[in-house]
């Protein structure tokens, strides 16, 4: 390993550098998936959503005072209640605050996906420069040592490829679980409102 490192040049620790916390990031967050595989929805939102379909006596009241038990945004929402469309808009703005921590150390994975090719193919012209400068024109060796400086200098690209093609599997993999954990918890929201919005609509019906 060591005498790959040497042979592809000194943007080879870079690289080095990049690989180790991509490897880092990847088993932390697979780490974090089997933690909340099976809690994937907030524990709040579901409590609401668990309570709201078991209530014996329905009534709005009842149903804000749930909410208001376990979420106090929501319940904030709902008493300040006024467009459909607010909901839509207080539920993004809801599922990303919540998911923040899970994509909070994604913008310096993503930056490696950008650079480490970059590094590779930078490394690759270094190593060609040099090769080519160290030549001695009138020597019969001269091409074997092309051959063999730009199969070491091509080590660069290789390895930066190879750390920007496994990043973006674990990123896109990642996201894939992320924007599933939204939609679910999308899912619940749309659904507790539906419940509570219906039950106002009727508790003034029959007012």
């Known amino acids: ?56 006596t329905i009534s709005y009241v009842n149903y804000l005072n749930i909410v208001k038990k376990h979420d106090k945004t929501l319940y904030n ?7 459909e469309n607010d909901f839509d808009d207080w539920i993004e703005k809801k599922l990303y605050l919540s998911n923040t921590d899970l994509t909070s150390s994604n913008q310096l994975i993503e930056f490696i996906i950008r650079s480490a090719p970059i590094l590779g193919i930078l490394g690759t ?9 160290g ?32 990043s973006i599997i674990s990123l896109n993999s990642f996201n894939s679980f992320v924007e599933n954990k939204k939609n679910k918890e999308r899912i619940i929201l749309n659904s507790i409102y539906n419940l509570i919005i219906k039950t106002k609509v009727k508790s003034y019906e029959n007012n």
């Open 1 to 56: 390993m060591y005498n790959y490192l040497v042979q592809g040049g000194i943007l080879m620790f870079p690289l080095l550098l990049c690989s180790i916390y991509s490897l880092a990031w990847f088993f932390q967050k697979l780490i974090t998936i089997f933690e909340i595989k099976n809690d994937v929805i907030s524990p709040s939102i579901n409590l609401i959503y668990q309570e709201l379909n078991d209530i014996e």
């Open 77 to 83: 929402f709902f008493f300040n209640f006024k467009e």
């Open 125 to 133: 012209v270094i190593g060609i420069i040099i090769t080519f400068e």
């Open 135 to 166: 030549l001695d024109v009138s020597s019969y060796e001269s091409f074997d040592v092309i051959i063999g400086g730009i199969s070491q200098a091509l080590n660069t690209t290789a390895y930066g490829l190879f750390i920007s093609i496994f």
